[in-house]
């Protein structure tokens, strides 16, 4: 929270370039009608501090970021013991002992940054958006979870979260939020996941035109390609994932569970060297995607999947369109025939498919914004009853209570 008295001045520092930066576009898919801060003042905030009071308080608001916010060392370091977990090779990531989780891994010493291990909790109805490139924000991530609902994220850039070290930091955490549209999103340098969401349910989610860039000097996988990228597991989530750019990954890219729906649609893979879907108890569409240069396009799978290779009129009674074919240049099988799946989707806010994702990877990411296609009207149809979820099954070795336990 911050005093009237502050914003007031707050307000009276902005430019006019400021005052006139508004969300570009409408959220596609299940996020269609959020409006973030649009009812609220704009404010651009300077320091650390001031971005954060404006990103937890109450009101409504739209928060403009035209520069880098460098979180890293305002909370200190801490060296203690961890782990390695893939041994102590150049390029392979140690672990911070989260929760007993080294178990009976090497010990290693680990020192890092305790600002990226903690996130901002975002409050609800806020538009943070980026100038250009500039809206950076260094060594800490970002939370919506306990109702937290309405916001867009938009043309931003979030880094350097101890990248490190498994539980050094996730960028983006949803658990129980609504109306939550990420769009020109880039996320890199993560010690865990890019976008993690918890137990709770996640619906109308939208993540849009992002880039999740896995290139690192640490990983799971030892080969410089980030192992833990997206991972879904809120019971009954409902995510809208279009128009991304995944490179440089080894894995989780993404995981889905917990009886979600996941409609991915126009996305692009690219230089993964282990596996790219990871499913368990989902409900996945996938559709218009490139896969270049993805050894597993799915791996470990037993999720329900659909994944068109060629122009398929099967959607038509749930989209009201055909589905769009889905292309593999190097990379290995993709196997998705669960027609099953889209009466799952049958009724709700869908994302329109372009015939093909090759304009992705120049579209995709920060500064982009007038390259991508945001603000293409999307197809409603009336809401139809779905299938009623069975109980959550935990992840091994998860516990409930604890998001961090993945």
């Not at 893939?86 to 090497?106: F, K, M, R």
């Not at 490179?247 to 409609?263: D, E, I, M, Q, Y």
């Not at 893979?269 to 108890?281: C, K, P, Q, T």
């Given at each position: 929270?911050?005093?009237?008295?502050?914003?007031?001045?707050?307000l009276?520092?902005?430019?006019?370039?400021?005052?006139?930066?508004?969300?570009?576009?409408?959220?596609?898919g299940?996020?269609?009608?959020?409006?973030?801060?649009?009812?609220?003042?704009t404010?651009?905030?300077?320091?650390?501090?001031?971005?954060?009071?404006?990103?937890?308080?109450?009101?409504?608001?739209?928060?403009?970021?035209?520069?880098?916010?460098?979180?890293?060392?305002?909370?200190?370091?801490?060296?203690?013991?961890?782990?390695?977990p893939?041994?102590?090779?150049?390029?392979?990531?140690?672990?911070?002992?989260?929760?007993?989780?080294?178990?009976?891994?090497?010990?290693?010493?680990?020192?890092?940054?305790?600002?990226?291990?903690?996130?901002?909790?975002?409050?609800?109805?806020?538009?943070?958006?980026?100038?250009?490139?500039?809206?950076?924000?260094?060594?800490?991530?970002?939370?919506?979870?306990?109702?937290?609902?309405?916001?867009?994220?938009?043309?931003?850039?979030?880094?350097?979260?101890?990248p490190?070290?498994?539980?050094?930091?996730d960028?983006?955490?949803?658990?129980?939020?609504?109306?939550?549209?990420?769009?020109?999103?880039?996320?890199?340098?993560?010690?865990?996941?890019?976008?993690?969401?918890g137990?709770?349910t996640?619906?109308?989610?939208?993540?849009?035109?992002?880039?999740?860039?896995?290139?690192?000097?640490?990983?799971?996988s030892?080969?410089?390609?980030?192992?833990?990228?997206?991972?879904?597991?809120?019971?009954?989530?409902?995510?809208t994932?279009?128009?991304?750019?995944?490179?440089?990954?080894?894995?989780?890219?993404?995981?889905?569970?917990g009886?979600?729906l996941?409609?991915?649609?126009?996305?692009?893979?690219?230089d993964?060297?282990?596996?790219?879907?990871?499913?368990?108890?989902?409900?996945?569409?996938?559709?218009?995607s490139?896969?270049?240069?993805?050894?597993?396009?799915?791996?470990?799978?037993?999720?329900?999947?659909?994944?068109?290779?060629?122009?398929?009129?099967?959607?038509?009674?749930?989209?009201?369109?055909?589905?769009?074919?889905?292309?593999?240049?190097?990379?290995?099988?993709?196997?998705?025939t669960?027609?099953?799946?889209?009466?799952?989707?049958?009724g709700?806010?869908?994302?329109?498919?372009?015939?093909d994702?090759?304009?992705?990877?120049?579209?995709?990411?920060?500064?982009?914004?007038?390259?991508?296609?945001?603000?293409?009207?999307?197809?409603?149809?009336?809401?139809?009853?779905?299938?009623?979820h069975?109980?959550?099954?935990?992840?091994?070795?998860?516990?409930?209570?604890?998001?961090?336990?993945?």
């Amino acid at each position: 929270m911050y005093t009237s008295v502050a914003l007031t001045l707050a307000l009276a520092a902005i430019t006019p370039a400021v005052l006139a930066q508004t969300v570009s576009g409408e959220a596609p898919g299940f996020a269609a009608g959020t409006t973030g801060g649009a009812a609220g003042e704009t404010v651009t905030p300077t320091t650390t501090d001031e971005l954060v009071s404006y990103l937890e308080s109450e009101d409504a608001l739209t928060i403009v970021l035209n520069q880098e916010f460098d979180f890293t060392g305002t909370e200190g370091t801490t060296t203690e013991t961890g782990c390695a977990p893939w041994g102590t090779a150049a390029g392979c990531q140690l672990a911070i002992n989260a929760n007993d989780w080294c178990g009976d891994n090497p010990a290693a010493e680990v020192t890092y940054d305790v600002a990226g291990t903690t996130a901002i909790n975002v409050g609800s109805d806020k538009s943070i958006i980026g100038v250009g490139d500039a809206g950076v924000i260094k060594g800490k991530g970002l939370r919506f979870v306990n109702s937290v609902s309405n916001v867009i994220i938009q043309n931003i850039h979030i880094t350097d979260l101890n990248p490190e070290y498994v539980w050094g930091g996730d960028a983006i955490t949803l658990d129980g939020s609504s109306n939550i549209w990420i769009d020109h999103v880039k996320i890199s340098l993560i010690g865990r996941q890019f976008i993690v969401s918890g137990y709770e349910t996640n619906t109308a989610i939208s993540i849009t035109n992002s880039e999740f860039d896995g290139q690192t000097s640490w990983s799971a996988s030892c080969d410089g390609n980030h192992y833990w990228g997206l991972f879904f597991i809120g019971e009954g989530d409902q995510i809208t994932f279009k128009g991304n750019y995944i490179h440089h990954t080894s894995g989780r890219s993404p995981k889905v569970g917990g009886n979600a729906l996941f409609h991915a649609v126009n996305n692009y893979w690219a230089d993964n060297s282990g596996h790219a879907f990871e499913g368990e108890e989902a409900y996945i569409l996938l559709e218009g995607s490139t896969f270049d240069n993805v050894t597993n396009p799915a791996q470990d799978f037993a999720a329900s999947l659909y994944a068109p290779s060629s122009s398929d009129s099967a959607c038509t009674d749930a989209l009201g369109r055909a589905c769009a074919a889905n292309v593999l240049t190097d990379s290995g099988t993709l196997e998705g025939t669960d027609s099953s799946v889209l009466s799952q989707f049958s009724g709700l806010t869908i994302a329109d498919a372009d015939a093909d994702a090759s304009a992705v990877p120049g579209s995709a990411g920060v500064g982009k914004l007038s390259s991508s296609s945001s603000s293409k009207k999307e197809k409603t149809r009336k809401r139809s009853a779905r299938k009623v979820h069975q109980p959550r099954r935990l992840w091994a070795g998860a516990e409930e209570e604890d998001v961090v336990a993945f």
